[in-house]
């Protein structure tokens, strides 16, 4: 008698961490849903097929307009947009993440104040931490629309594209794999890297953030590297004349330091880095 009371409390245990996952998102306990690693189940494992009555749009936007290019280290603005064609999927859950074209997760993405949703996996995804809200639309749909952060990543990295998994639920709190809940994949457009964006010169070396880009009154620089030692950090202008110079010791991997950028005058400017014998100058803009 034990044994089975037991046995039935461990599934009705497993049965209440499943539905508070479905109410609260994976918390990292599924991984990465949202097919930029190759994993297509999406949200399979619980809530049925994908159908195709979910659509969504991903957008990168500089300024509050589309692109379809980065610079390493600048920031924007993603909008993340679903449609579902019923008015009985008034809430929906997510995830989001960017990735280069070898699948793996690149930037840093940021939740911009927006309630209900986390950061997941060192920053690079986020997803819902309880059901959203969605907006019902003049001609009867659901539409579910959020915007988040995302800092590019280091420059070489190439092309990137941003993956999403979006979930139009009835919000009742059951997976609904019968059609009641209706989720779906989306991408974005390929976003590449600008041309320019970053002057490599040979030997140069990578591993080298700058943010953020547009800057305000401040310049930082993170070295994910561990070619400790000295570094000669100048900030020039377009000219080539030399505003700033200094030295920093690099001692782990992620360190970072600050540059009071603002007694510069607002423009573009030119960052150098070297180290050992290797170079790096990347452009960023002084707002």
């Known amino acids: 008698m034990k044994r089975k009371l037991l046995t039935i409390s461990a599934i009705g245990i497993g049965m209440l961490l499943a539905f508070s996952s479905l109410q609260s998102g994976t918390h990292g306990a599924l991984g990465n849903r949202t097919g930029s690693n190759g994993n297509n189940d999406g949200c399979n494992p619980c809530h049925g097929n994908a159908n195709t009555a979910t659509v969504i749009t991903i957008e990168l936007l500089s300024g509050g307009n589309p692109v379809t290019t980065y610079t390493p280290g600048a920031t924007y603005t993603v909008r993340l947009s679903g449609q579902n064609a019923t008015n009985a999927r008034p809430k929906f859950g997510f995830q989001l993440t960017a990735a280069n074209a070898g699948g793996t997760s690149v930037g840093t993405m940021a939740t911009n104040g927006v309630t209900g949703v986390a950061t997941r996996a060192n920053n690079t995804l986020i997803e819902h931490t309880q059901p959203l809200d969605g907006t019902l639309s003049p001609d009867n749909n659901y539409t579910y629309v959020r915007e988040f952060t995302w800092t590019a990543p280091a420059a070489g990295t190439g092309t990137v594209k941003f993956y999403a998994v979006l979930n139009s639920v009835n919000g009742n709190g059951d997976d609904d794999a019968n059609g009641n809940d209706q989720w779906n994949k989306g991408q974005s457009a390929n976003i590449t890297e600008e041309q320019g964006s970053s002057i490599k010169q040979q030997n140069a070396f990578t591993g080298i953030e700058v943010f953020p880009n547009p800057a305000g009154n401040e310049l930082s620089l993170v070295l994910k590297t561990t070619d400790y030692g000295a570094y000669d ?20 991997s992620g360190q970072g330091f600050r540059s009071d950028i603002s007694s510069l005058a607002s423009g573009t400017y030119l960052l150098n880095v070297k180290h050992n014998g290797k170079e790096v100058t990347t452009k ?3 707002l």
């Open 233 to 252: 950090v100048s900030i020039i202008d377009l000219s080539g004349r030399v505003l700033q110079s200094k030295v920093h010791m690099h001692s782990g």
């Open 284 to 286: 960023f803009q002084k």
